[in-house]
């Protein structure tokens, strides 16, 4: 089955580039995707631009309304996902558990919908 | 032995009905429906034509051509047919004496009681899932315990069911990890049933003696399921509890249990 992580943290909480913890940090992510993927598990996966960079569009009565920022201000933001496949909803919470950043932040997990070809 | 009742065999087999089902369909409600088809038949036809030589195999022979029945319908029955179960007297008089259980498919029914315990799914969820699913309560009696109207129940339940499959919640025999890691969310269940029992808020009853049995029931059924682990043994302290009250010892039916297992066990 396909889930998709959520990566959702306080972006202040992380590591900054000039600390020392953060070649470490750096580190781990990558270890965490070399092994997603060598398990056979990753689909997909992507680290996303902080929420200031956020374009929202929504379409209305046919117009197109274009706004500066997230759909939905809060302090803990959306900061990547991946996709993975694997047997089961406990090996997915499992690989959820292992993302670097669950330490500070959380990851919500959610089944990929299937649709019957 | 005097031949048994639909009722009893319904006590002693559900639980592993259930289980070999799940494994089988992989779905919670297929495995729920079949179950209860297979009962419904039982209790038209077992009257007539005599009771089967054994009910578990008739049960499952029947339950899985249902199941089978259904899929290829491709039909899912939400409005749940008249649920066969005995009445709640029947019941408590059924668990208060000695109980046994069926020595097939343990692995099954230890997975069935894990899985309806995922942290995934909300207490109350686990809970009525746990009764309903494991103990073979009908969905007005899981209700009435939680002191909920039947829809609210069958929406509760239809919506664990649901998160179940949509969700990937596995069914599989846990590794011993699993199985350590997961045991105190069983326990906290069957502890909340037996609690819920005994201090029932809103009820008129002080002590509601079918779902402290129920949980007793639980209890010793995860002890026979799960042996030498401190919590799960911790659990027949309920039964201890709870026996001034309801004892009701039946040596005959003891004995001839006992007797069956021993039978088994030489059989092989």
């Given at each position: 089955?396909?889930?998709?992580?959520?990566?959702?943290?306080?972006?202040?909480?992380?590591?900054?580039?000039?600390?020392?913890?953060?070649?470490?940090?750096?580190?781990?992510?990558?270890?965490?995707?070399?092994?997603?993927?060598?398990?056979?598990?990753?689909?997909?996966?992507?680290?996303?631009?902080?929420?200031?960079?956020?374009?929202?569009?929504?379409?209305?009565?046919?117009?197109?309304?274009?706004?500066?920022?997230?759909?939905?201000e809060?302090?803990?933001?959306?900061?990547?996902?991946?996709?993975?496949?694997?047997?089961?909803?406990?090996?997915?919470?499992?690989?959820?558990?292992?993302?670097?950043?669950?330490?500070?932040?959380?990851?919500?997990?959610?089944?990929?919908?299937?649709?019957?070809? | 032995?005097?031949?048994?009742?639909?009722?009893?065999?319904?006590?002693?087999?559900?639980?592993?009905?259930?289980?070999?089902?799940?494994?089988?369909?992989?779905?919670?409600g297929?495995?729920?429906?079949?179950?209860?088809?297979?009962?419904?038949?039982?209790?038209?036809?077992w009257?007539?034509?005599?009771?089967?030589?054994?009910?578990?195999?008739?049960?499952l022979?029947?339950?899985?051509?249902?199941?089978?029945?259904?899929?290829?319908?491709?039909?899912?029955?939400?409005?749940?047919?008249?649920?066969?179960?005995?009445?709640?007297?029947?019941?408590?008089?059924?668990?208060?004496?000695?109980?046994?259980?069926?020595?097939?498919?343990?692995?099954?029914?230890?997975?069935?009681?894990?899985?309806?315990?995922?942290?995934?799914?909300?207490?109350?969820?686990?809970?009525?899932?746990?009764?309903?699913?494991?103990?073979?309560?009908?969905?007005?009696?899981?209700a009435?315990?939680?002191?909920?109207?039947?829809?609210?129940?069958?929406?509760?339940?239809?919506?664990?069911?649901?998160?179940?499959?949509?969700?990937?919640?596995?069914?599989?025999?846990?590794?011993?990890?699993?199985?350590?890691?997961?045991?105190?969310?069983?326990?906290?269940?069957?502890?909340?049933?037996?609690?819920?029992?005994?201090?029932?808020?809103?009820s008129?009853?002080?002590?509601?003696?079918?779902?402290?049995?129920?949980?007793?029931?639980?209890?010793?059924?995860?002890?026979?399921?799960?042996?030498?682990?401190?919590?799960?043994?911790?659990?027949?302290?309920?039964d201890?509890?709870?026996?001034r009250?309801?004892?009701?010892?039946n040596?005959?039916?003891?004995?001839?249990?006992?007797?069956?297992?021993?039978?088994?066990?030489?059989?092989?």
């Amino acid at each position: 089955m396909k889930y998709m992580l959520m990566l959702v943290s306080d972006p202040s909480d992380e590591p900054r580039p000039d600390s020392e913890q953060f070649g470490p940090y750096m580190q781990e992510w990558f270890a965490y995707s070399t092994a997603l993927s060598e398990a056979g598990a990753l689909v997909s996966g992507e680290a996303l631009q902080g929420t200031e960079t956020a374009t929202t569009v929504a379409k209305r009565d046919g117009k197109r309304i274009v706004t500066d920022g997230p759909f939905i201000e809060s302090k803990e933001v959306l900061g990547g996902f991946y996709v993975i496949d694997v047997a089961n909803l406990d090996e997915a919470l499992d690989w959820a558990a292992k993302i670097p950043n669950v330490h500070f932040g959380r990851v919500e997990v959610r089944p990929v919908m299937e649709f019957d070809s | 032995m005097a031949t048994p009742t639909v009722a009893e065999v319904f006590s002693e087999q559900w639980t592993r009905l259930v289980a070999i089902l799940v494994r089988d369909f992989r779905d919670l409600g297929v495995a729920e429906d079949a179950a209860q088809d297979a009962f419904v038949e039982a209790t038209t036809r077992w009257p007539h034509d005599g009771f089967p030589a054994s009910p578990g195999d008739w049960l499952l022979t029947t339950s899985r051509r249902k199941a089978i029945d259904r899929i290829r319908r491709a039909h899912r029955l939400d409005a749940l047919l008249p649920l066969v179960s005995c009445n709640a007297a029947e019941r408590v008089a059924r668990l208060s004496g000695d109980t046994c259980f069926d020595d097939e498919a343990l692995d099954e029914q230890l997975a069935l009681m894990i899985g309806c315990c995922h942290p995934a799914l909300p207490v109350e969820s686990q809970v009525a899932l746990t009764l309903r699913i494991v103990a073979g309560l009908s969905t007005h009696q899981v209700a009435r315990a939680f002191l909920v109207s039947e829809s609210t129940m069958t929406r509760r339940l239809s919506r664990a069911k649901d998160k179940f499959r949509l969700a990937g919640i596995p069914l599989d025999k846990p590794d011993l990890g699993t199985l350590q890691a997961r045991l105190p969310a069983v326990c906290a269940v069957i502890h909340s049933i037996f609690t819920e029992g005994h201090a029932s808020v809103g009820s008129k009853e002080l002590i509601r003696g079918d779902l402290c049995d129920e949980a007793i029931w639980l209890g010793k059924l995860l002890t026979h399921l799960v042996q030498e682990d401190p919590e799960v043994c911790g659990l027949s302290g309920l039964d201890a509890s709870h026996r001034r009250k309801t004892v009701r010892s039946n040596r005959c039916r003891w004995h001839a249990c006992s007797d069956r297992r021993a039978g088994s066990v030489l059989v092989g």
